[in-house]
């Protein structure tokens, strides 16, 4: 048979085939046997050094012919199948049904304490500054008046990067940074940020955020330190919260103060109530009514002369935990919840 013969008995050949099959799979199959690189169509060309030169190019013409031909009748055949295959779907599609909504995420429970907190202080007229969580020895310690081997170095147990720089141990370095940016008073900043220390346990954790504020103008006093600081936690914890002032030691402020807050949980009682009328100790408070919760004092002279202020310049500082308020305000009793990525936790602060 010469070959043009047998390039049309293909053709035929694929116009007998094509009925039998039924689905996309069988097509591609199909196609592989026709068309494919070993295919038949392919094995019929590669016979074309039989021929005369004088029939080569009536039969390249022929063959391109019936390629062209089977690559549509293929092209065809698929639609058919996929148009059904989307049929199919649509007919399992119900446009009545509710679409389902991306999950939202929530801002972490940190992240709404420490915005309320500058909330309430920006409002008081306090500037947000931010500085790094590696600091120089100088601005975390000496600068606050803790000369090299002081035994208040010990409070912050401390992770050296290298020799005179460390991770933050709080955010009072921020005071250092604000007076030396600002050069003069007055000052009036607060600082939210990261601080680490080597403390691991249910109220402790290496890794947690402070917030410091700090005030330097003329005739600054604790009268408005107290007042501020009053003023601020019942704005962030209620009007009925009782507030108290104890002396404290802190090498950058002078005096020095631990500020409580009355227990939220057993409303300063020592007691909470149980059942019907039951009662038994606050474990939140330890049963004092009082909740630690955070240092303060008037700025060192020593601090003012170390960033170049007049030492008889007049300011007061504070500095608070931010988890350990959002324990408070959510009633947590362990802080590394808030470490833990539990989504059944964090979902809860939206
Ligand atoms: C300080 O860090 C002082 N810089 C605060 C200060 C600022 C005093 C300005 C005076 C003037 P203290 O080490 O007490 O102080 O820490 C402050 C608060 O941080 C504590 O009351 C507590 O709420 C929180 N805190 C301390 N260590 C941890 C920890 N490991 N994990 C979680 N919170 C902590």
């Not at 803790?146 to 010990?154: C, M, Q, T």
């Given at each position: 048979m010469n070959l043009i013969a047998e390039l049309e008995k293909l053709l035929s050949g694929l116009h007998a085939d094509l009925p039998g099959v039924s689905s996309l799979a069988g097509l591609d199959e199909l196609q592989t046997v026709y068309l494919g690189r070993k295919g038949a169509l392919a094995r019929l060309m590669g016979r074309l050094p039989e021929l005369s030169p004088a029939d080569r190019p009536a039969f390249g013409k022929a063959a391109n012919a019936v390629k062209e031909e089977m690559v549509s009748l293929f092209a065809q055949r698929r639609k058919v199948y996929q148009t059904q295959a989307e049929d199919a779907g649509l007919a399992r599609f119900d446009p009545s049904l509710p679409g389902r909504l991306p999950g939202q995420g929530t801002l972490h429970p940190v992240t709404l304490v420490m915005e309320e907190i500058c909330r309430i202080l920006v409002n008081l007229g306090f500037e947000t500054v931010n500085g790094p969580e590696v600091e120089t020895d100088f601005n975390n310690f000496q600068a606050l008046n803790?000369?090299?081997?002081?035994?208040?170095?010990?409070m912050q147990d401390t992770f050296f990067v290298r020799e005179g720089v460390v991770m933050r141990t709080h955010t009072s370095p921020m005071q250092v940074r604000a007076m030396l940016e600002k050069g003069k008073p007055p000052v009036a900043v607060i600082a939210p940020g990261k601080v680490y220390r080597r403390d691991s346990d249910m109220t402790h954790s290496p890794m947690f955020h402070q917030i410091e504020g700090l005030l330097v103008d003329e005739n600054v006093s604790l009268a408005h330190l107290r007042g501020t600081l009053t003023f601020f936690l019942r704005e962030l914890f209620g009007p009925q919260v009782k507030v108290r002032f104890r002396p404290s030691f802190f090498p950058f402020t002078e005096p020095s103060l631990e500020v409580d807050m009355s227990c939220i949980l057993c409303k300063g009682t020592g007691q909470r109530v149980i059942g019907r009328g039951g009662k038994e100790p606050c474990r939140v408070c330890k049963s004092s009514g009082w909740l630690e919760i955070l240092g303060a004092g008037m700025v060192d002279p020593a601090v003012f002369t170390a960033v170049g202020f007049d030492p008889e310049c007049s300011g007061f500082a504070f500095g608070l935990g931010v988890e350990r308020v959002a324990m408070l305000k959510y009633g947590i009793d362990d802080l590394r919840n808030f470490f833990e990525s539990d989504l059944r936790f964090l979902k809860q602060f939206i």
């Open positions: 803790f000369p090299p081997d002081h035994p208040a170095r010990d």
